[in-house]
């Protein structure tokens, strides 16, 4: 973006930031730095930044960060937004320069007559608390740029901490900056080191990270998925590019606070919706698309499995052991389990990370054109789906669990599909139809909780006989549960379909 100068005096710049950024390991950080040091010129800057904000958040709330830096000698203070729906690459910035050597005070009007300014400076009209410092980062950075396929990128190491009264934590990563070019370049360079190095995918900003300690809470904020902009005259391989874009967020968001060590069962609740939203596009549109890989469902598979067992033991199993012992259940010693898989470990793995990547790279492709009409093949696996799930509920009592297990994941389906495409029909039927998903689907969740739950305590009976006693409660339980799952089947196929055009 060109460079504007203001009435002030001071030179900002406003862009749109498009980074990556990797996680270092600790003992990988010595050769990291040599390595972006290189043969090649570059320069090591100590960085001491103070980040600006009410004391309830209210900008971060917005997707705010305000700032000031002290850069070696001089003082920047920078305004950096994420758009609406913006994944975990697009950030807009504005820089201005503040002239003297002293700490200046922030100064919001510095920032007026850009996109990102305007909309700030009416948000702090609306403000409930005047902002002030909430946390500090002190780093240094090793940086230098490099020109790679697509583009000239800019490599910074950075080594310091985030800060704030709740607490400090250790900042040790490497940011690759499209400084021109294609957004590939940026991940061409991500994936390179990323695999040279043991390097891992960690969108949660400094930022994100100073809030958290601020608000004195240990684990990173959970990311959900925006809503896709598509519309009728996309081709259907830019539709799905965009479906995906839109699902990496929930996805990495997530899977970037686990693999930080920063997050909670929601967090990998959310990952597990996400990773599933994008099996479900890729499934249902991928053949219609050439450049989408075959291969890359089968490695979200594998991590959802992993995400899953965690869940099913922490979550699913403590639900109904709090169950059982209100109904006299037996005292149960439930082992510790089994260190075979860690989802931190698989979520920081160069497999993960190299899948990543190549789903930001085919988000972030440029699409073909197919000349295919995308309402007409949104709505055609949305018939599909819909025969496959609630249009079974008259011989649902009847079918083998794993039968009805597949009706559950094809009314998924269906919904994620809805959800992914809401922008290509009417908002008000999309809505209405999806909330009469709603029922069916819980109480198909819970005959899967119910039937994963049985088989965990049947495993257990193998060495605690006293696991029996839930084996044959939850059993008991199973064809009522069956059951009740029929009539909310038969009212969401009462809705009459939206799709129909």
């Not at 606070?257 to 549109?285: C, D, P």
């Not at 609630?390 to 669990?401: I, N």
């Not at 794993?402 to 009417?426: G, I, N, S, W």
Request: net charge positive; charged share 25%.
């Amino acid at each position: 973006m060109p460079s504007t100068v203001d009435s002030s005096g001071a030179d900002p710049l406003h862009r749109h930031e498009i980074e990556l950024k990797l996680h270092v390991p600790v003992a990988r950080a010595s050769a990291v730095q040599a390595a972006v040091r290189g043969p090649q010129p570059s320069r090591r800057q100590h960085l001491q930044a103070a980040y600006i904000d009410t004391p309830a958040h209210e900008l971060a709330a917005k997707g705010i960060g305000w700032r000031i830096r002290k850069e070696g000698r001089r003082w920047v203070q920078t305004l950096k937004a994420t758009p609406r729906g913006a994944d975990a690459m697009t950030r807009e910035e504005d820089n201005v320069v503040l002239p003297g050597t002293g700490r200046p005070q922030p100064d919001a009007t510095l920032h007026a007559g850009t996109p990102v300014g305007d909309r700030f400076l009416k948000l702090l009209q609306r403000l409930k608390e005047e902002p002030t410092e909430r946390f500090h980062t002190d780093v240094w950075r090793t940086a230098r740029t490099l020109r790679v396929p697509g583009g000239t990128v800019e490599l910074a190491f950075d080594d310091g901490i985030v800060a704030a009264e709740g607490g400090s934590l250790a900042i040790c990563e490497l940011e690759v900056e499209l400084k021109s070019g294609h957004p590939r370049a940026v991940i061409t360079a991500s994936r390179r080191w990323a695999t040279r190095h043991g390097l891992w995918l960690d969108t949660a900003t400094k930022s994100q990270r100073g809030v958290m300690l601020s608000k004195g809470l240990t684990t990173l904020p959970v990311a959900k998925a925006p809503t896709p902009q598509l519309d009728a005259s996309m081709s259907m391989d830019a539709a799905l590019r965009e479906m995906t874009r839109a699902c990496l967020v929930q996805v990495l968001g997530n899977t970037s606070a686990v693999a930080a060590g920063l997050a909670g069962h929601e967090h990998v609740h959310q990952a597990r919706v996400g990773i599933r939203k994008l099996r479900t596009v890729l499934r249902e549109f991928g053949p219609l698309c050439p450049e989408v890989e075959p291969a890359w469902g089968e490695q979200l598979a594998a991590v959802f499995n992993v995400l899953g067992a965690a869940r099913d033991r922490e979550v699913v199993l403590g639900d109904w052991l709090a169950r059982l012992e209100k109904v006299g259940a037996p005292k149960l010693h439930v082992p510790a389990p089994a260190p075979e898989v860690d989802p931190a470990e698989v979520l920081r793995s160069i497999d993960f990370t190299t899948l990543a990547l190549d789903l930001l790279a085919y988000a972030h492709g440029d699409p073909k054109a197919d000349g295919l009409d995308v309402k007409h093949e949104v709505a055609k696996r949305l018939r599909q789906l819909r025969k496959a799930s609630v249009e079974q509920h008259e011989a649902f009592e009847g079918l083998p669990v794993e039968a009805q297990h597949d009706v559950r994941k094809e009314l998924k389906r269906m919904r994620y599909v809805a959800e992914l495409t809401a922008t290509l029909f009417p908002a008000k039927k999309v809505a209405r139809f999806v909330a009469t998903l709603e029922p069916a689907q819980n109480t198909l969740g819970e005959l899967n909780d119910l039937i994963v739950a049985t088989e965990l305590f049947r495993g257990m009976a193998e060495v605690e006989s006293a696991a029996w006693f839930a084996v044959g409660w939850l059993s008991s339980r199973h064809e009522r549960t069956v059951r009740r799952c029929i009539k909310p089947l038969k009212n969401a196929e009462l809705h009459a379909p939206y799709w129909k055009h």
